[in-house]
């Protein structure tokens, strides 16, 4: 079983840029499907962004597409999520996943529920 641990939230201005990073254990990151979920206030957790496992494509939600930017990396069993030009509406507790199972990445489609996530980060953006 993977365990995720998240950092690198903050207050930021609108505009600038926040990178979050998730470094997993227990197991081998590779060997899963990762994505990035937000909640912001007053709503339900939503996908943001995630890694297939069959072709390495990635999904972005609309609102982030161009913003922001997904990647794993192997040698520190870790994933990040880069963020651009931040705005107000990014303000959330961002967290990161994992799931064995590929199906959960459709980069044409969506992401679904995940099996693992960490406790989350909160990303405030101010105007």
């Known amino acids: 079983q993977v365990q995720l641990v998240e950092s690198g939230g903050g207050l930021v201005q609108a505009g600038e840029s926040r990178r979050l990073s998730c470094v997993a254990s227990?197991?081998?990151?590779?060997?899963?499907?990762i994505a990035w979920f937000r909640q912001g206030p007053g709503n339900g957790r939503e996908g943001v962004s995630c890694?297939?496992?069959?072709?390495?494509?990635?999904y972005y939600k609309d609102s982030v597409e161009g913003r922001f930017t997904i990647s794993r990396d192997s040698a520190s069993n870790s994933m990040y999520l880069q963020m651009r030009d931040l705005r107000p509406e990014d303000t959330a507790v961002y967290f990161c996943?994992?799931?064995?199972?590929?199906?959960?990445?459709?980069?044409?489609?969506?992401?679904?529920?995940?099996?693992?996530y960490g406790k989350g980060t909160q990303v405030t953006v101010s105007s």
């Open positions: 996943a994992a799931d064995p199972r590929n199906w959960v990445c459709l980069p044409q489609v969506g992401v679904y529920g995940f099996d693992y």
């Open positions: 227990g197991d081998i990151l590779d060997s899963y499907t």
């Open positions: 890694i297939s496992t069959r072709d390495g494509m990635a």
